[in-house]
């Protein structure tokens, strides 16, 4: 089964400036996705980008984008020129074909005017 | 992407009463349904997974006499909390996976805005 870890529990950015946010991960398998979700103070939740694991080609969707390392087994979230919008908690999910979303415990990102 | 709906948005209940919560795909046939609960500034915690017509699958843990789950449509999934006490309160957010239009991408699920439970 896949497990997903988030380590940083809290994060600050300066608005205007970039932040990344850790994830790693671990499963046997060798076809699964990533995903980073957002989770604003409305509580929808809301994907932000994906990850395919056989794309070597890391993901990115306008400032967002990620550090993929299939090897170490690690998925970190680049957010360049951060917004207040921005602020939200995020959580790293993984999937392995046909089971469930396995999420990590989230971590707090607070954007500073 | 594809729209999850749940009604109600927010609940407030008394103590030994029952709530249904409904969890609805407007644009696409939600093969598979997920009920997932999340307590304040934590996680979501998947409860129970649901495909149409058949019988829910429960997490370790999950009582599936307290939690029912019923999948009856493509396109609904209802959560019913049994006498349902305090310990209940919680947030309770459905997602849906489909296998049609724009929901058939990539496994992906979507998620409903939630609905908060508060039993006094």
């Known amino acids: 089964a896949q497990t997903v870890t988030q380590s940083q529990p809290e994060m600050s950015v300066q608005e205007a400036e970039t932040v990344t946010l850790s994830c790693t991960y671990d499963t046997s398998e060798s076809d699964y996705y990533l995903f980073w979700y957002k989770q604003p103070p409305s509580r929808q939740m809301i994907l932000v980008i994906r990850?395919?694991?056989?794309?070597?080609q890391n993901a990115t969707e306008n400032r967002f984008s990620v550090n993929f390392q299939k090897a170490a087994k690690s998925f970190s979230l680049k957010i360049s020129d951060s917004q207040l919008g921005d602020a939200a908690m995020y959580f790293c999910a993984g999937l392995e074909y046909g089971n469930k979303l396995v999420f990590g415990a989230g971590t707090i990102l607070r954007v500073k005017s | 992407g594809a729209v999850v709906s749940q009604h109600p948005s927010w609940v407030i209940c008394k103590s030994g009463t029952s709530v249904k919560i409904e969890c609805r795909s407007l644009?696409?046939?939600?093969?598979?349904m997920f009920w997932y609960r999340q307590f304040p500034k934590q996680s979501l915690m998947l409860m129970a997974t649901s495909n149409e017509g058949s019988k829910a699958t429960y997490e370790q843990g999950v009582e599936k006499d307290k939690f029912l789950i019923n999948h009856a449509s493509l396109t609904l999934s209802t959560l019913t909390v049994t006498s349902a006490h305090p310990e209940d309160s919680s947030f309770y957010i459905c997602s849906a996976r489909g296998t049609s239009g724009r929901a058939a991408v990539l496994d992906e699920q979507f998620f409903g805005p939630g609905t908060r439970l508060t039993v006094l």
């Open positions: 644009d696409f046939q939600a093969t598979t």
């Open positions: 990850q395919e694991a056989y794309k070597q």
